[in-house]
């Protein structure tokens, strides 16, 4: 009797291992699953800068264009406003290098 006992219990703590085991595997499984998804709708998504289209249009630009920060939004903005220029406005003061340079005329700086 005491030895049946003692393989019901042994079979219940083998059965218990191998259940957790089998969970611990299927856990791993299930988030590998889940990063992959993740990946594959960040390539779909059209709101997203890492989808196919857009980084395909992009790397295209670039390798077009020569301009290793292509973006065909700039490019088209660039196209449809030719007199807008990064310049910043008078009286205001911009850092260059290690000097505080502040721009108060048309023509540009006065230190």
Known sequence: MIKTDLTIHTNHVIGAV?????????YRGYKA??????AVVDKIN????????YSGV????????????????GWFYDITHPDDKLTAPINTVVAAGDRLIKLDN???ISE
Not at 18 to 26: E, K, S
Not at 60 to 72: A, M, P, Q
């Open 46 to 53: 059209p709101a997203s800068t890492n989808n196919f289209i």
């Open 58 to 73: 992009n790397s295209l630009g670039e390798k077009i264009t020569g301009d290793k920060h292509f973006t065909l939004g």
């Open 106 to 108: 048309k023509e540009g």
């Open 33 to 38: 699953a889940g990063e992959a998804a993740k």
């Open 18 to 26: 191998v259940v957790c085991v089998a969970g611990i595997v299927l």
